[in-house]
């Protein structure tokens, strides 16, 4: 912030010097001079080269007009520790005694100990006998115990961050005397109360009482005090606070005032890290905890399907707990639950259009889905084949004219059943990801050749592209024909036997049908089988395989050879495969079946 003497007119500048203290004409001129190339850093470098250009005040008289300055807290010249060596770095004009006055002053006198451990620490009680008594409104009081959430801006300082930067720290210290430090040294204070201990404690009696007092060796404490392991640290000024009367006692010993104060700082320092660091522990578990309570909500929903208004109403749940960080726990549970990891296939929760669905229930949902459409689709066919076959078509629907066609009826009578199928037949991909972790959730042990069985249901085996949607259901065209073409009255179906009609029709129907594989049904899968089993409580027998029943109750055409008619040699000569080799199948089969797709 500019000071207001900075856009003082000359004559009034001069006024100011003559309240403020007894300037020299040289000290005067260069006090202009910095008015009027004020920044809120003068570069010392810059500006001694200006006085150098011209006639008036030099460098020397910079000096002493700032040490006046700094006498009245009306600035500072600020110096800086480079290769071992100080030098002059900037200029600092300030308000009287103002915030960033102490500010510039606190990180001066941490660079004096940066030169020297042997300077003493900024404490209150020294730059107060130097410098004049501190305003209460130009520091920030800060308790020990709170030291970590200030270095941290955490807890009660969160809302505090601008305030921190702007006001030296009057850290709480022994004594009723406190710290002054800003924040950015604050970070680095912890090595520099070690350093001072040391220092201390090259006083070989004294580290032989603190030996004594720590129940350990001469030579042990001096190793442990030349490393920075906080537990030791921790363990040593307590040891010094609690046995300081003890040790002040000791007439060989002559201990400072400074040395307690840099041990029940550290002490300070390191305890409220450790609690912070315990909190945050705290913390994290238990948002960990929500977040799966969250999760599992999604997972336990009774229609498997979770609207996004009802996921949103789940985290505002958590607005009370969670306050200002609401935003982050929102963002948490979608990194860590619906954003997929590149490491796996499916992330925990998927998000599908305006719902959410748990990856468990991935699979089983489109099962429970797949089911209605199977048993659905036969009868609307056969219904509207017979339709067409009574009016002649009439109308002129297309679905049975070739196999294209028939696909884009399947499409649109699917999204009538159901508006979760679509979602997965439209994204192949995250369909066989769902069946590949169902699979391993639910088999203990199961082969790749058995892994490409499962989802050979729905995927060529060759080409690994979704097969058509007529195999998925088995439905075949001369199958659909052929019950009809049984529901038509008698008259009806001679007519179009003499006609030719007949002939004609089945001949197309079953020349469209033989450029199709042999199908099979979900049911025929070992993994349908054994969950059947435990549905229907027979856990050693596999039920018979039964079709799905149109509107006249026939069976519906079968898809392939049902597990239980295998040669009786299949299962006994199976290959076996570790974990590591059914892992490293599955991995195969799905970087194939992404580039595929």
Known sequence: MQPDYVLY???????????????????????????KNW???????????????????SASDLASLMTKLQRGGWGILRTRITDGSRFRDAIVLTDQRSPRFYCELADEYFTDMLESIVNPLPLVSVIEKAHGPIPATAVLPVEADHLASVISGSGSYREKTALLEEKPLAVE??????????????????????????YYLTNTTLLGVLAKLQDTSLIMLKKSCSGKDGAFWLSLTRTIMANKS???????????????????????????????????????????????????????????????ASLTALLESQREKYGPEIGSFKEKFFERYVTPEPSKKLPQVLQLDNVFIHRDNLYPLFLEHFRIAEIELPAYFVHLMEHS??????????????LDTFEQALQEQIRSYSTFLPELIAKPV?????????????????????????????????????????EWFGLRLVD???????RLPVWHRLWMRVSGKYESFRGRFLKQTEHTKPLRSFRDTPLHQDRSRQEEGFPGEIPARRGAPGKEGGPAPSRGMPQS????????????YNRKQVESAWKEFGSTLKKKN
Do not use: W
């Open 173 to 198: 210290s022994f004594d009723n005397d406190r710290l002054l430090i800003t924040r950015k040294n604050l970070r680095s204070f912890g090595n520099m109360a070690i350093l001072k201990l040391r």
């Open 565 to 576: 008619r295998r040669a009786p040699g299949a299962a006994k000569n199976r290959k076996s």
């Open 246 to 308: 003890e040790i002040d006692a000791l007439r060989n010993v002559g201990v400072e005032k400074t040395f307690y104060h840099a041990a029940g700082l550290l002490r300070s320092l390191i305890e409220s890290q450790v609690a912070e660091a315990e909190e945050r522990k705290r913390r994290q578990e238990e948002e960990k905890l929500d977040l799966e309570a969250i999760a599992r909500a999604v997972k336990e929903t009774p229609e498997k399907l979770l609207p996004q």
């Open 480 to 486: 659909i024909f052929d019950r009809a073409f049984a």
């Open 389 to 402: 076959l009574r009016t002649g078509n009439r109308s002129q629907d297309p679905t049975f004219f070739t």
């Open 39 to 57: 920044q809120p850093r003068i570069s010392y470098e810059k500006f001694s080269r200006l006085l150098g250009s011209t006639s008036g005040g």
């Open 430 to 470: 995250l369909l066989a990801e769902g069946i590949i972790h169902h699979t391993k959730q639910t088999r203990q042990s199961i082969t790749p050749a058995e892994l490409r069985q499962q989802l050979s249901l729905y995927f060529d085996s060759e080409t690994l592209r979704p097969l058509p949607l007529r």
């Open 9 to 35: 007119e000359p004559k009034q500048r001069e006024e100011f010097l003559s309240q403020v203290g007894n300037f020299s004409p040289n000290e005067r001129d260069v006090f202009h001079r910095l008015c």
